[in-house]
């Protein structure tokens, strides 16, 4: 009788994340509340024939692409915490939490604020790679969020212009909206080669003058950055990912006037930041006397 072959085990290999305790630990420094110095660091703009101001509908919604049309954040930071510990020896998750901590501004400007004593051509070598598997691992995997695409569809018929501002390639993110299906409703879209995300608001101020602009973002710094720019809203998607949450309280304390974990309810929260707001009645002695509310404070939906 034959014997029956043996089978053995595939033999397998440690990931990344457990090697770490084996290297060196360089701590990062400590990020402050305060505005990074950093925010505006970024690849050198290309120069591109300006686009004529036109008139529309109702207004603009400005999006942002990961981590807010895109469900890829997860995916992302864990490609920018082994790209981090490979190049500065800074373990993985403490590297991928510092990533996340600083998300919203360009990978080279969040480079200079981890790394300010690092020489600027590693940094440079450093984005490189990480721009390259980010297309590789994270927007190969990456879908959008579940109601993105029903979203989209209510916000134009709704009679809203559709941009997109983000720190990714444009070419790389007209890709990943295409495979998609959501590049249709975008009139535009503004990439890292055309500037930070206040360059693009203030260009896409420029490109639609006269009517409200909202930014829909999910990191600080993108709250920060719209309300920088004069006539631009802040709007912002909360996130709770391993080891790490930005609370809609969060977004709110940086600038944004609404935020949630989903963005739903968009369209219903739009109405009701332009709609004027109601004058409140307070009783007085032997009158009424009428306030009218400003709109400043977070809206309850």
């Known amino acids: 009788m034959a014997k029956r072959p043996v089978r053995r085990r595939p033999t397998r290999t440690r990931p990344p994340t457990e090697a770490t305790s084996e290297e060196p630990r360089r701590l990062l420094p400590v990020l402050s509340n305060a505005p990074s110095q950093f925010a505006e660091v970024a690849r050198a703009p290309t120069t591109e024939p300006p686009v004529a101001p036109r008139a529309v509908a109702r207004g603009v919604v400005v999006f942002d692409l990961d981590g807010t049309i895109l469900d890829d954040l997860g995916l992302i930071s864990h490609v920018a ?10 373990p993985v998750e ?14 080279e400007a969040q480079l200079a604020q981890l790394y300010p004593g690092a020489p600027a051509a590693d940094r440079l070598g450093v984005a490189r790679l990480f721009h390259s598997r980010k297309v590789q691992e994270a927007y190969a995997l990456a879908h ?38 959501l590049r249709f409703w975008f009139e535009d879209l503004l990439g890292s080669a055309q500037g930070t995300k206040r360059e693009h608001l203030r260009e896409y101020r420029r490109r639609y003058p006269g009517v409200p602009v909202f930014l829909v973002g999910d990191s600080r710094f993108d709250m920060e950055a719209a309300a920088s720019v004069e006539g631009v809203t802040p709007i912002g998607r909360a996130a709770s990912l391993h080891g790490w949450t930005l609370t809609p309280d969060d977004l709110q304390r940086w600038g944004a006037r609404w935020a949630d974990y989903s ?39």
């Open 81 to 90: 915490g082994d790209a981090l510990f490979r190049a500065f020896g800074t």
């Open 94 to 107: 403490e590297a991928r939490l510092h990533y996340l901590a600083t998300t919203g501004m360009p990978f």
């Open 144 to 181: 959008p969020f579940p109601e993105v695409p029903r979203l989209l569809k209510q916000l134009s018929r709704d009679g809203w212009t559709l941009v997109v501002s983000t720190g990714a390639e444009r070419e790389m993110a007209d890709l990943v909206l295409e495979r998609e299906g």
């Open 263 to 301: 963005l739903a309810s968009l369209p219903t929260v739009l109405d009701k930041l332009l709609a004027p707001a109601a004058p409140r009645r307070r009783k007085g002695k032997g009158r009424d006397r009428e306030s009218q509310g400003t709109g400043a404070g977070p809206v309850s939906v």
